[in-house]
């Protein structure tokens, strides 16, 4: 049997290997120059690094792609990194990965800091109701639990950074499935 697949993209690809394997005949159409779709880079003469597209990073439990990225002779090119998550703030980068760093910024009064840490630990860490969390928006939700300050001051930049003008639509399922697969180190090529 002989299968087309429309667009190398990740799962275009995915697919087109799965198949292949399986002894089917696979052509694989592509629009762009190059393969990879949202998971492609693109990069100028002057920089070291590519800039991707969309896709940046692994998470340490994205199992089954890692098993991939082994099954395909890549893995050794796979590298696991602590990034720097930081908050714009008055003209400057504040780290605020961890406990200490979130104590310390400056951007929010004490004891916002601490209802910061406590609602993102709640969604880490001690719930995994997502389903309760699909009735409301993840503006309405931080405002609620993190309080009113944290939500303009760390949660608003985040969904409009992401969302633009569809920032106060997002489900708060969507911000706990965020804080709850993100893991402390990041894989990159």
Known sequence: MKIAILGAGVAGLTAAYDLARA???????????????????????????????????LFETDHDIRKLVDEIGFGDQLFFSRPVTAQWW?????????????????GLPFVDRIRFGLTAAYLKYATNDWQ??????????????????????????????????????????????????????????
């Open 90 to 106: 008055r003209d400057r980068a504040y780290p605020i990965a961890g406990v200490g760093e979130i104590l310390r910024f400056p």
């Open 132 to 189: 309760s969390l699909e009735q409301t928006t993840a503006a309405a939700w931080s405002a609620r639990w993190s309080g009113p300050r944290v939500t303009r001051t760390i949660w608003q930049p985040l969904l409009e950074g992401k969302f633009g003008p569809y920032a106060g639509e997002v489900n708060m399922a969507w911000l706990w499935a965020r804080l709850k697969a993100r893991t402390f180190q990041l894989g990159y090529f």
């Open 23 to 57: 002894g089917f005949q696979v052509v694989v159409y592509e629009a762009s120059p190059v393969a990879g779709g949202l998971a492609s880079g693109f990069r100028d003469s002057r920089w070291q690094w590519p800039l991707e597209r969309f896709y940046h990073h």
